[in-house]
């Protein structure tokens, strides 16, 4: 039974370790609650990860619709990708395990998660031709100091090095 779980069971863990690090890159990127912001400046950085990397006003006036929607798509995809989890542990609970059924709800879940890499992957790209080369690798080694972005020695670890090191392009396998 342990054998025909085990790679099920590590792709969930895979998935959900990765929706860990684009909920952490949307919180990282949300500002303040609604009604909180200061009325000193229209444009000023709401964003912690981003006022740490020294983005501008003027910047962040060019970056904060990417962010906007980046939180759109990701919290819509989190709610997808939770559904898929949810339905992938129903069909695990069955007194029989259907594998096929199985099998196409870990695809659907897998798509899921590259989907939600694709969307921070599209976030970086957008935010590079905003920043100075300084600020994105700033940036950049921000992400990777958080946690579940750290490299296992010898292999790239599921954090945000590993889909950056991926060798296939996840665009390919994403549904529309």
């Known amino acids: 039974m342990w054998n025909r779980l085990q790679k099920p069971l590590v792709v969930l863990s895979i998935g959900l370790n990765l929706a860990f690090i684009a909920v952490w ?5 949300q500002g303040p609650e609604k009604g909180q912001r200061s009325s000193t400046a229209e444009h000023e950085v709401s964003s912690s990860l981003h006022r740490k990397i020294g983005v501008t006003p003027e910047q962040w006036e060019k970056i904060e619709p990417y962010v ?4 759109e798509k990701t919290k819509e995809q ?3 990708n939770q559904a898929l989890r ?4 129903d069909l695990l609970i069955k007194p029989t395990v259907d594998k096929t059924a ?7 879940l897998c798509a899921g998660s590259c989907r939600m890499k694709w969307l921070a992957i599209e976030l970086l790209l957008k935010e590079k031709d905003v920043l100075t080369p ?3 690798n700033s940036l950049i080694k921000e992400i990777q100091q958080k946690p579940g972005s750290h490299r ?3 292999q790239h670890g599921g954090g ?5 090191c991926n060798d296939k392009s996840p665009k390919k396998d994403l549904p529309n």
Request: a positive charge; proline letters at 0%; aromatic letters at 8%.
């Open 102 to 108: 199985l099998e196409a709800k870990q695809k659907e």
């Open 160 to 164: 945000f090095m590993g889909l950056l």
């Open 78 to 80: 989190r709610h997808k």
């Open 134 to 136: 300084e600020q994105h």
């Open 25 to 29: 890159l949307f919180h990282a990127v």
């Open 152 to 154: 296992r020695k010898g």
């Open 86 to 89: 949810c339905q992938l542990l």
């Open 68 to 71: 906007q929607s980046f939180r």
